[in-house]
């Protein structure tokens, strides 16, 4: 939804409408730990508040919005990629754990196919679901700076209480209640990172700061904070707000989450963050 205010949310991972054409093996209720599960509910509000909003419908597993093109694993392909492939360390790290633009395997570690995927289809769904999200993200980004002259964008996630064997490079790590990242004070004015940190930790939780998480495609790619363009990367610990086995919501802590957040946002829509010293 589009937005009159600087401030911008997006949602890559919450999608829950799974295509026809996936031709995954994997199990649905498997398929769906990989979700940021309910995140489109717990800012609900934001529209109302002016505040723009980009969700992806398309499941996570399918195509991850948050990855790069070049994210791709081609021993999962029938033949060569025609495109560049990842050379960074820490991307081809993910690749090689199963989570890159096209996952291989759940966060367990699950097998997602039993077959090749064909190098058609693979672009078929970056040509529907990347691209579109993409652009949808950079327009709302562009049109809240136009206005106002700075935007500040939210990449809105959740993550499990506890990292399973195969979803990042901390399997086992018992998470905070909120993991705050802006790769290392490259996407965001650190001063505006710590405002969220101090503002969540004044509502009682506990917060980290780019660990594990620091942040990946979607505010590497439209973050320029010498440009007055702010992007930072905010996990919520689905313990806060939902039974993980379940999935189903928590209506007290979905309730205190959601105030406290509503809050935090009237902070950030109060907030110039280019008079941050």
Known sequence: MPGTTPLVLDSPHSGTRYPDDFGTSCPM???????????????????????????????????????????????????????????EPATQAKVRLGKGLIWRCTDEGLPLYQRLLGVAEVQARIDTCWRPYHAA???????????????????????????????????????ADFVVGDR???????????????????????????????????????SNPSQ???????????????????????????ARLKNDLRAMVEMLLATDPRHIG
């Open 184 to 222: 290392d004070g490259t996407a965001a004015h650190p001063g505006l990172s710590a405002l969220v940190c101090e503002h969540l930790r004044a509502c009682g939780y506990t917060v980290d700061y780019n660990h594990p998480y620091k942040g990946v495609e979607l505010v590497r790619r439209y």
């Open 29 to 87: 209720h498997l398929l769906r730990k990989a979700e940021d599960t309910h995140v489109e509910k717990i800012y609900a509000f934001a529209p109302a508040m002016g505040v723009a909003w980009v969700e992806a419908h398309f499941p996570r597993s399918y195509l991850d919005a948050n990855r790069a093109l070049t994210e791709i694993d081609p021993t999962m392909l029938d033949a060569p990629w025609p495109g560049p492939l990842a050379q």
């Open 137 to 175: 993200v950079e327009q709302a980004i562009a049109s809240a700076h136009a206005q106002h002259g700075y935007s500040m964008h939210i990449n809105c996630h959740s993550m499990p209480a506890v990292a399973a064997s195969h979803a990042t490079d901390y399997p086992g790590m018992v998470h």
């Open 228 to 254: 007055h363009k702010h992007s930072i990367q905010l996990e919520i610990n689905r313990k806060l707000y939902m039974d993980e086995a379940s999935l189903e919501i928590e209506p007290q802590g979905m």
